[in-house]
C-alpha cells in the first residue's frame, strides 16, 4: 500500500490551499484518514480525522477554516486549507488506517508535502 500526498505549495496568508492523499495497492477498505503537520523544530501534530463514515475532527487551531473530506470510492482523503496563517507552514503528511484482507489492519503513511504561507 502507497500513499500519495499533492498539492502543497506557497500561498499567502489568508489564502487557500487543497492537499490530496491517494491511497493504493492491496487495499480491503480503509478505516481512518488523517492529515499530519510538522513544522520546523516542532514536533508533528495531527490536524484533522475522518473515519470511514465521514465524521471529522480537527486540532483547535485549525477548526472552522481547515476541511477535511474523502471519497471512498477513490481511495483518496482531502484538506481544503482555507484563511491561511504563517503558523500553518510546514510539512503535511496523510496517513490512512488499511484494512488488508488476510493480513489485517495496518497504518501506512504518505510522504510529506510542503506547505509554505507568506505574509
Known amino acids: 500500500v502507497q500513499l500519495q500526498a499533492s498539492g502543497g505549495g506557497v500561498a499567502q496568508s489568508g489564502g487557500s490551499l487543497r492537499l490530496s492523499c491517494v491511497a493504493s495497492g492491496n487495499i480491503g477498505s480503509i478505516n481512518e484518514m488523517e492529515w499530519y503537520r510538522q513544522a520546523p523544530g516542532k514536533q508533528r501534530e495531527l490536524v484533522a480525522t475522518?473515519?470511514?463514515?465521514?465524521?471529522?475532527s480537527y486540532v483547535p487551531s485549525v477548526k472552522g477554516r481547515f476541511t477535511i473530506s474523502r471519497d471512498n470510492a477513490k481511495n483518496t482523503a482531502y484538506l481544503q486549507m482555507d484563511s491561511l496563517r504563517l503558523e500553518d507552514t510546514g510539512v503535511y503528511y496523510c496517513?490512512?488506517?488499511?484494512?488488508?484482507?488476510?493480513?489485517?489492519?495496518?497504518?501506512?503513511w504518505g510522504r510529506g508535502t510542503q506547505v509554505t504561507v507568506s505574509s
Open positions: 496517513n490512512a488506517v488499511v484494512v488488508i484482507y488476510g493480513v489485517g489492519i495496518r497504518t501506512f
Open positions: 475522518i473515519t470511514s463514515d465521514h465524521r471529522t
